[in-house]
């Protein structure tokens, strides 16, 4: 494995088109279509999913459980993401209708923004516009008023929904899980100071999740 097909595979993934990834390289087209063939073939993996409109990362890189017999991971939260409405958007199984609408977001890198924007991608349907507000209190209140739809994890949408009048709709099974995981390697020993520090990254990611929900 080359480290500049590397840096060929995050191009590519950054820009999400082989083309401009090669136009940002300064590369021809074809080259970069045969490296990140070359890296694919090596990994025995495919690492994008082509359409029309480029390409999108498939779940191997993708967050979540890694499947590799020399890593362990541990999953310390695991919650299921769910897309928001207010009364005046249409059904968001109309996913194209949906993404005419503003998808309002905590962070323009929110993860469960980029879960949402690579099951529009597959769908080859326009990306929409997001606009970041900063808050939940805020977002869920700006969905009410029908001002645009958002991602979220259920536990936090149903805590909301007591207070808030929205829809909560289910994600396909491809696109709506979020777990957060602890990885480590299978070979190490666990010491002492090393199963304390597991122990408190379990407990201090629960208590952030706890925090979120009051």
Known sequence: MDIKDLAIFKTVASFGNIT??????????????????????????????????????????????????????????????????????????????????????????????????QWVQFENIQLPRSIQVGTWDGIFASVELGLGFSITIRSLAEKYSKSNSFFIYELPKAYNQNPLVFLRRKDRIMTKIMIMWCVILHQAARLIFAVMLR
């Open 20 to 117: 401009k990834a090669a136009e940002h390289l300064n590369y021809a087209q074809s080259n970069v279509t045969a490296r990140i063939n070359q890296l694919e073939h090596e990994l025995e993996v495919d690492l994008f999913v082509r359409n029309s409109r480029g390409v999108v990362l498939t779940n191997s890189f993708v967050d979540g459980p890694i499947k590799n017999n020399e890593l362990v991971h541990e999953i310390c939260i695991d919650d299921e993401l769910v897309l928001i409405t207010g009364q005046q958007l249409p059904d968001p199984r109309k996913l194209e209708l949906i993404c005419k609408n503003d998808l309002i977001v905590v962070s323009q890198k929110c993860i469960y923004k980029r879960k949402f924007e």
